[in-house]
């Protein structure tokens, strides 16, 4: 194995061992300070948005700015910068941060020797297989033994829901209740399950409260990931219980996400297997910056080479082929056709992939968008949590003129986010997708509402500001849509009336024509 050390300046920044270090000793770091120094100099080839690095360093928790300003203080004098020099981070207004020092990557071999052969195996399997997970029997903390079938049924829920996660492999529940009560090491557990990751915890009823204590663990290492504490009303149970399993589900799989793709950021291009390509692909595609996608589209292209029978590689290789339709960056015409083949070919390789009926729905809507919600249904059919699934249903719906439904998909699409990749960086596409709902049934101020929280969100979503300027134009706010436009053609050069006539998938000539009258109003030449 490896790890990076980053030089700068005076300066190494060890990956691996966590630590900061110049010709005057060890710089001790905070961790947070030192994720958010990590993921600047890793990231410094462009400016990282302040939404991006609350994401990375504090995992989505909503914090202050002030948090952040404190940090980036930290790391500044713990580097000998400082916010008026910014020799090494720069700020720029309104648009985030970027490490500006040149640096020099080194990979440094890691002592990692396995302690016996059957460590070695467990080790050489989680690193070629995607994640695995396995639960833990809760425990009973609350000294009453007719509180053991409640944690116990706790476990069990929890164990079924993460199992739907078609991403993720859950260990059964035989397998992990073999240990119940058990004093066993936590990473002898996972060689025993073959996991990488192991979730703990306990249950404690006291006072009519229920008390739920979580700990997520690296099954390698031993190191705990993420904890979390509950504390709400025991009655009435079954509602209570069916809740906190929703919520455990929704918050440690973003966790897993994370990890693996922290994991697969930190190894070079070349060691990696389909599965982490297909990570690195998504936190790319993510980011909807057309070179980014780009990247991860030629991630995809090389993963499906080297594992061709991979159904879901293939499915995100079509997933990403028509978002560069849908951005406005590439033409229908020569790549709808090509999305729709490898998604096809998904299906062949696994007819029950969610991702494959996804793929194939998502670029049916670029050729009849009515046609395309049977093909979605399918996918939510095969992973009821698939939140981009109904994203896509209310885009459909509502370029097929159903715009009413459109809006009740949106609000599905919302709930369930937490628990799907392909929707980590759809921020600012359900209101994106209810202001084009709000454009179809001539609710053009309250479109224009939506469009603008959609900006506020994905500033640099091209889809959004498109959103925004046709409510604005048949609202009859004139200058405000022709600044859209202006926006538009920065984001998405391509824009053009032959664009539109190519592009535009209305299925209703009414809606079609305010489409292009919309447009007209804003300027487009």
């Known amino acids: 194995m490896a790890s990076v050390i980053y030089w700068f300046e005076a300066y190494s920044l060890d990956v691996d061992r966590r630590e900061l270090r110049s010709d005057a000793g060890l710089h001790p770091l905070e961790p947070q300070v030192f994720d958010l120094l990590e993921y600047l100099v890793r990231h410094r080839d462009r400016v990282v948005s302040r939404d991006e690095l609350f994401n990375a360093v504090w995992q989505g928790r909503l914090v202050s700015e002030a948090s952040l300003s404190t940090r980036l203080n930290a790391v500044r004098c713990a580097i000998g910068d400082s916010g008026r020099e910014q020799r090494l981070i720069r700020t720029f207004r309104g648009k985030g941060l970027r490490f500006v020092g040149a640096v020099r990557e080194e990979l440094k071999a890691v ?18 297989e995607r994640p695995a997970l396995a639960v833990l029997p809760f425990a009973n903390l609350s000294g009453n033994p007719r509180q053991e079938s409640v944690a116990d049924g706790f476990t069990e829920n929890l164990i079924t829901s993460l199992a739907q996660t078609h991403w993720l492999w859950v260990a059964s529940r035989s397998s992990s209740f073999a240990y119940k009560g058990k004093a066993i090491e936590t990473t002898r557990i996972a060689r025993k399950l073959h996991v990488r990751y192991v979730l703990e915890g306990s249950l404690r009823m006291t006072d009519g409260r229920l008390r739920l204590s979580v700990h997520l663990v690296d099954g390698l290492t031993g190191y705990q990931l993420w904890s979390k504490s509950y504390d709400v009303s025991a009655a009435p149970r079954r509602v209570v219980h069916d809740d906190l399993v929703q919520q455990v589900a929704a918050a440690i799989e973003p966790q897993l996400y994370l990890s693996e793709r922290l994991g697969a950021e930190r190894k070079p291009l070349a060691s990696l297997n389909t599965w ?27 993963a499906v080479v080297l594992d061709p029978s991979s159904a879901q590689a293939n499915s995100l290789l079509s997933f990403i082929t028509t978002l560069g339709v849908h951005q406005g960056w590439r033409r229908r015409t020569r790549e709808i056709p090509l999305a729709l083949q490898i998604a096809r070919n998904a299906l062949a390789l696994n007819v029950d992939e969610p991702w494959a009926h996804l793929a194939l729905g998502y670029a049916r809507i670029w050729v009849r968008p009515e046609e395309a919600i049977a093909e979605l249904l399918n996918a939510l059919s095969r992973d009821p949590n698939v939140a981009v699934a109904h994203y896509l249903i209310a885009l459909a719906s509502a370029w097929a003129g159903q715009g009413a439904s459109a809006l009740g998909h949106a609000d599905m699409a919302d709930h369930l986010s937490p628990r799907d990749l392909l929707a980590r960086g759809n921020t600012g596409a359900n209101n994106n997708v209810r202001a084009t709902a709000c454009f179809a049934i001539g609710r053009h101020r309250e479109g224009i509402g939506f469009a603008r929280k959609a900006i506020i969100d ?30 538009v053609l920065r984001l998405a050069p391509n824009m053009s009336w032959g664009w539109i006539r190519e592009t535009s998938v209305w299925g209703r000539d009414e809606d079609r024509r305010k489409y292009v009258e919309a447009f007209r109003a804003a300027g487009l030449k």
């Open 458 to 487: 994905s500033p640099s979503m091209p889809t959004a500001y498109r959103a925004f300027l046709i409510n604005a134009a048949l609202a009859g706010d004139t200058a405000e849509a022709r600044a859209g436009l202006r926006t």
């Open 276 to 302: 982490e390509r297909m990570v690195r692909a998504l936190s790319l595609m993510n980011s909807k910056d057309r070179r980014l996608v780009g990247t991860a589209r030629q991630l995809m292209q090389r």
């Open 111 to 128: 002592n990692v020797a396995p302690r016996s052969a059957a460590e070695a195996e467990h080790r050489a399997w989680m690193l070629q």
